[in-house]
């Protein structure tokens, strides 16, 4: 399972990470972005920017910009977050092995 790498100087990655496991790839419901092991980072600064970096199951994903605008916006709503930044990466590329047991058992993978 993919471990999400946190650097929090405002003690908002608790919320950010509950705000992220309600956001879902449509193609892989039921498990959310967070249990399918797609965020990589969340970082915060004292400034009250928080970034996301992620991924997607693959780079040409037709809803990647849907899920990314879904994760900007839920971020920002955040009480305490003043911006909110999205990036994607593809390093390391996505696999089934950074999805949670949960997830796989969801998605039937197990």
Same mark, same amino acid.
């Given at each position: 399972? *993919?471990?999400?790498? %946190?650097?929090?100087?405002?003690?908002?990655?608790?919320?950010?990470?509950? =705000?992220?496991?309600?956001?879902? $790839?449509?193609?892989?419901?039921?498990?959310?972005?967070? $249990?399918?092991?797609?965020?990589?980072?969340?970082?915060?600064?004292?400034?009250?920017?928080?970034?996301? =970096?992620?991924?997607?199951?693959?780079?040409?994903?037709?809803?990647?910009?849907?899920?990314? $605008?879904? %994760? #900007?916006?839920? =971020?920002?709503?955040?009480?305490? =977050? *003043? #911006?909110?930044?999205?990036?994607?990466?593809?390093?390391?590329?996505?696999?089934? $092995?950074?999805?949670?047991?949960?997830?796989?058992?969801?998605?039937?993978?197990?």
């Amino acid at each position: 399972m *993919n471990q999400i790498i %946190v650097m929090d100087a405002i003690g908002l990655a608790p919320q950010i990470r509950e =705000v992220l496991e309600t956001v879902y $790839d449509p193609e892989l419901k039921p498990a959310n972005i967070v $249990d399918l092991g797609l965020v990589y980072e969340i970082i915060t600064k004292a400034d009250g920017s928080a970034k996301i =970096v992620m991924t997607l199951t693959a780079p040409g994903c037709p809803v990647a910009g849907d899920i990314m $605008d879904e %994760v #900007q916006r839920k =971020v920002a709503d955040i009480d305490g =977050v *003043n #911006q909110a930044v999205v990036e994607l990466t593809f390093d390391p590329p996505w696999n089934r $092995d950074m999805m949670s047991e949960e997830a796989k058992l969801e998605l039937g993978f197990l």
